[in-house]
């Protein structure tokens, strides 16, 4: 089944503890990107990525890294996540152009 | 750069009413937008969207939207709706030679009462 997994969906972590939260795709995208979700602003932009190791910021990179050494995967990298970080994240990929996002299922992410 | 703009943030309905979520964007190139629906504790589905050609576009579940380029609008219609549509509802835009740079809506709740 063509999917975004990501992993985990849920998680609860402390202030300043680093945090990975995987992404991966089966569908052979190059696009691939993370969001944030919180209410009342819709899905927000952290990361894209053209193609491996092709990233670049979107509109919310602060305090975020990621990575693209393989096409599939797109690791979330929180080095030190701080409470302003508690947020639903989602993982999405595209073929590009005219395609859209396919998103993953989420990761509710909630720091102490 | 581009933006989205939805300005209700809920829409009550009766079931079998019609419905219009309304979605207005902010570009000064051409676009491709999109609407997307977000179920209780799931992810983002594409509903449909307008790339070019007819201003009318069919979605799944019995959706379409309409693009106007002259008021810069992409509004959501459904003429009737079921509880099973209660959901939350995105607006996105991307520029045509940027289409990784997708922008959101702050989202429409739709709540469908019975």
């Known amino acids: 089944e063509a999917q975004v997994t990501q992993n985990p969906r849920y998680l609860i972590t402390v202030t300043g503890k680093k945090l990975t939260v995987t992404c991966s795709q089966n569908m052979n995208h190059e696009y691939m990107s993370w969001y944030r979700q919180d209410p009342g602003l819709g899905l927000r932009q952290i990361y894209y990525?053209?193609?491996?190791?092709?990233?670049d910021k979107g509109d919310v990179p602060e305090g975020y890294k990621v990575s693209r050494k393989e096409k599939r995967n797109f690791p979330l990298i929180l080095e030190s996540p701080s409470p302003n970080q508690t947020s639903l994240y989602f993982c999405?990929?595209?073929?590009?152009?005219?395609?859209?996002?396919?998103f993953g299922s989420g990761t509710r992410l909630t720091v102490v | 750069a581009q933006s989205v703009t939805q300005l209700d943030s809920q829409v009550p309905v009766f079931e079998e009413a019609p419905v219009e979520l309304r979605c207005n964007y902010s570009?000064?190139?051409?676009?491709?937008l999109f609407w997307y629906v977000q179920y209780p504790n799931q992810g983002l589905q594409l509903l449909l969207k307008?790339?070019?050609?007819?201003?009318l576009v069919k979605g799944i579940n019995g959706f379409e939207a309409e693009f106007n380029k002259s008021q810069t609008s992409f509004h959501l219609r459904k003429p009737s709706v079921h509880i099973s549509d209660t959901a939350e509802y995105f607006c996105?835009?991307?520029?045509?030679?940027?289409?990784?740079?997708?922008?959101f809506g702050s989202g429409t709740r739709l709540l469908v009462r019975p």
């Open positions: 996105a835009v991307s520029e045509m030679d940027s289409s990784y740079k997708l922008i």
């Open positions: 990525s053209m193609n491996v190791e092709v990233t």
């Open positions: 999405a990929s595209s073929l590009g152009g005219t395609r859209g996002y396919t």
């Open positions: 307008y790339l070019s050609g007819s201003t």
């Open positions: 570009s000064s190139v051409s676009v491709y």
